[in-house]
């Protein structure tokens, strides 16, 4: 009997050993859908972008420390001087001329110019032109304008980009 018990003992501890790892296998595999759960959720909350809204013609776009307001634009190849002393301006791709409005909300007076603003496409990025027909074309172009505080100024930039822009 004593060979019979051990054995009955020898197959309990084996059952047990047995069970043990089962479980501990049925919990791994919970817990692995359950990481696999939370990181499904996780890339669901990383794929939900909140789409920005820029502001479009006519619609203020706050900054901290100043507003701008883009009052309204055309897209030509040619800018006419109408004057005998400057030549009219071409282009082989476009240009995109721009009347803005900038209010300084600062407490002091500040200073703007046509290397302040950039237009952006996708990812390439456009100075305005900063030439000086284009400056004497334009006389309110913003070449370099002071403003006071609380105080605004509008005026004109000219950006050359591809004709496919």
């Given at each position: 009997?004593g060979?019979?018990?051990k054995?009955?003992?020898?197959?309990?501890?084996?059952?047990?050993?047995?069970?043990?790892?089962?479980?501990t296998?049925?919990?791994?595999?919970?817990q692995?859908?359950?990481?696999?759960?939370?990181?499904?959720?996780?890339t669901?909350?990383?794929?939900?972008?909140?789409?920005?809204?820029l502001?479009?013609?006519?619609?203020?776009?706050?900054?901290k420390?100043?507003s701008?307001?883009?009052?309204?634009?055309?897209?030509?190849?040619?800018?006419?001087?109408?004057?005998?002393?400057v030549?009219?301006?071409?282009?082989?791709?476009?240009f995109?001329?721009?009347?803005?409005?900038?209010?300084?909300?600062?407490?002091?007076?500040?200073?703007?110019?046509?290397y302040?603003?950039?237009?952006?496409?996708?990812?390439?990025s456009?100075?305005?032109?900063?030439?000086?027909?284009?400056?004497?074309?334009?006389?309110?172009?913003?070449?370099?304008?002071?403003?006071?505080?609380?105080?605004?100024?509008?005026?004109?930039?000219?950006?050359?980009?591809?004709?496919?822009?």
């Amino acid at each position: 009997m004593g060979k019979f018990v051990k054995n009955v003992f020898s197959v309990i501890v084996l059952l047990a050993l047995i069970g043990a790892c089962t479980d501990t296998e049925v919990q791994e595999k919970q817990q692995d859908k359950t990481e696999q759960v939370q990181e499904t959720e996780v890339t669901e909350e990383a794929v939900e972008v909140v789409e920005e809204v820029l502001p479009t013609v006519g619609e203020v776009a706050e900054a901290k420390k100043y507003s701008l307001v883009v009052n309204d634009y055309y897209e030509t190849t040619h800018i006419s001087s109408g004057n005998m002393f400057v030549e009219d301006i071409t282009t082989d791709g476009k240009f995109i001329v721009v009347n803005l409005t900038i209010k300084n909300k600062e407490n002091t007076q500040t200073t703007y110019s046509d290397y302040d603003i950039k237009l952006k496409s996708g990812d390439m990025s456009f100075s305005a032109t900063n030439n000086l027909d284009v400056v004497v074309i334009f006389e309110n172009y913003l070449s370099y304008e002071q403003v006071n505080p609380q105080m605004s100024t509008t005026n004109v930039l000219v950006f050359e980009v591809p004709s496919d822009l």
